[in-house]
């Protein structure tokens, strides 16, 4: 059974920095695409940053220049490292992993979230 756990989240002021972790259990991270999500309340799910094949990282725009996302295959662990954080990054961040086009957002594997809360 595969189990994804964040953690990391917490309260920052604009301008401060966090690092998310996830970590997994039944699951290989080694070569697996995974990702980043988050949502923000009355809002839709939506894709923050992914890594592909270990190293191929991609990022939305409105986090592009201040998120980073990698990934710590001996700790089966991936990270995702905020910086210059704004209000509007406030938000539930949950991992992804298990890509397929079947699943949604295209992940079949998801964690339980962590909350991250920027004030101005």
């Known amino acids: 059974q595969v189990q994804l756990v964040e953690s990391g989240g917490g309260s920052v002021q604009a301008g401060g920095s966090l690092r998310l972790s996830c970590k997994a259990s039944g699951y290989t991270y080694r070569g697996s695409d995974m990702g980043w999500f988050r949502q923000a309340p009355g809002r839709e799910r939506e894709g923050v940053a992914t890594?592909?094949?270990?190293?191929?990282?991609s990022y939305s725009d409105a986090v592009q220049g201040r998120f980073t996302i990698s990934k710590d295959n001996a700790k089966n662990t991936l990270y995702l490292q905020m910086n210059s954080l704004k209000p509007e990054d406030t938000a539930n961040y949950y991992c992804a992993a298990g890509p397929s086009s079947g699943c949604y957002r295209g992940f079949c594997y998801w964690g339980q979230g962590t909350q991250v809360t920027v004030s101005s």
């Open positions: 890594i592909r094949s270990d190293v191929i990282t």
